[in-house]
């Protein structure tokens, strides 16, 4: 679970980031069934 700032930005919580190797850089945003899938991008 994380908090959405006033700012609109979410911390990711660390458990999360090592298990699927986020780093600093940009994510993708999915849309389905009422659902936001966030996933690593490919593009920079």
């Given amino acids: ?3 959405i700032t006033y700012k609109f930005q979410v ?3 660390k458990k ?3 298990k699927h190797h986020i ?3 940009y994510l ?3 849309e389905e069934n009422d659902r936001i899938y966030i ?3 490919t593009e920079v």
Avoid: C, D, N
């Fill in 1 to 3: 679970m994380s908090t």
């Fill in 11 to 13: 911390t990711i919580p």
């Fill in 16 to 18: 999360v980031r090592e």
């Fill in 23 to 25: 780093e600093e850089g």
């Fill in 28 to 30: 993708t945003f999915i």
């Fill in 39 to 41: 996933g690593k991008s």
